[in-house]
Structures are given as structure tokens and as C-alpha cells.
């Protein structure tokens, strides 16, 4: 039976190259950006997931678990751990809706709503990093948005 060489082989069209996939520069930027905020995210004490989720409690305490997982674009199976360990830190509370007893409320803590305070050292972090100026960052974020919501399946 006759082996190919693997030396002698017919390129790949333009189109199949990594490097012309957006899928791998958004892969290779979201690994990059989450390298990046690693050792930021050590001195407050919060993974990255754990992270987002804060970043919405302090935009807005009280969130449900629903209404949080649709804000993260996560599911309740994998929200509902990482909330247990905000919990378990003390940072969040998980409370029953009292009107719908179905519904659970996500509260901060007096120390979540302190952490915002060291949190807020992050963004120059990375907005200094980038090498990007603000309206360059707004400009890609809003093109990112845009981009996800146009390939997102309708809700």
C-alpha cells in the first residue's frame, strides 16, 4: 500500500488558512485578553468568569439568576456554580424572590460592594496594555457587539 509523503501536498485554499480565520483571531485575542487580566484579577481575589458576574452586580444588585446568565450569555448549569463560590467567598448572596418563590435574587455583600473599590484599578490596566486609545476601544468593543449579535441564533 502506497503512503502519500506528507511534504508534497496541494495548499490550502485562502480561504481554509488559520490566519485568515476570524474565529482563531477572536479564539487567539479572547486567550490573550484572559492571560492579561489573570494576574489583575489575583489581587482582587475573583477568576475571570467570577469577574463578569461582579462586573454586572455592580451595574445592578438584585439581578436574577436568569436575568444574569442572559446578561453573560451563560446557561443556569454553568452559572450556578460559580455562584456558589462568589457566595461561599462572601462576596454575593443568593435570595429568594419573595413575590416568586421560583426566582432566586443574586445580591452583593458589603464585601462585594467594597471590592468594586480595588476592582476599579483594572480597566487603566488593561486599556494601558492594549496600546489602544479609549475611543479605539469603544470602537472595536461596539464592533464586537455588533459582530456577535448578527451571528447569535435569535432568543
Avoid at 469577574?51 to 439581578?63: I, P
Avoid at 446578561?71 to 460559580?82: A, C
Avoid at 486599556?127 to 449579535?149: I, W
Wanted: include cysteine; charge should be positive; proline fraction near 8%.
Amino acid at each position: 500500500m502506497a503512503r502519500s509523503n506528507p511534504t508534497t501536498h496541494t495548499p490550502s485554499p485562502v480561504q481554509l488558512r488559520l490566519d485568515n480565520q476570524v474565529c482563531f483571531a477572536l479564539y487567539s485575542a479572547s486567550l490573550a485578553m484572559t492571560k492579561l487580566y489573570k494576574p489583575l484579577l489575583e489581587t482582587v481575589g475573583l477568576t475571570y468568569p467570577q469577574y463578569l458576574v461582579m462586573l454586572v452586580l455592580w451595574e445592578q444588585d438584585g439581578v436574577t439568576v436568569s436575568e444574569l446568565g442572559e446578561r453573560l450569555f451563560l446557561d443556569s448549569g454553568t452559572l450556578t456554580p460559580l455562584l456558589k463560590r462568589l457566595e461561599s467567598s462572601g462576596l454575593i448572596a443568593r435570595i429568594r424572590d419573595a413575590q416568586d418563590e421560583r426566582r432566586v435574587r443574586i445580591s452583593l455583600t458589603a464585601p462585594g460592594r467594597a471590592l468594586r473599590d480595588k476592582a476599579e484599578a483594572i480597566p487603566p490596566c488593561v486599556l494601558e496594555a492594549s496600546q489602544c486609545t479609549v475611543p479605539e476601544l469603544t470602537a472595536l468593543t461596539g464592533q464586537l457587539k455588533t459582530f456577535r449579535d448578527r451571528i447569535q441564533p435569535p432568543r
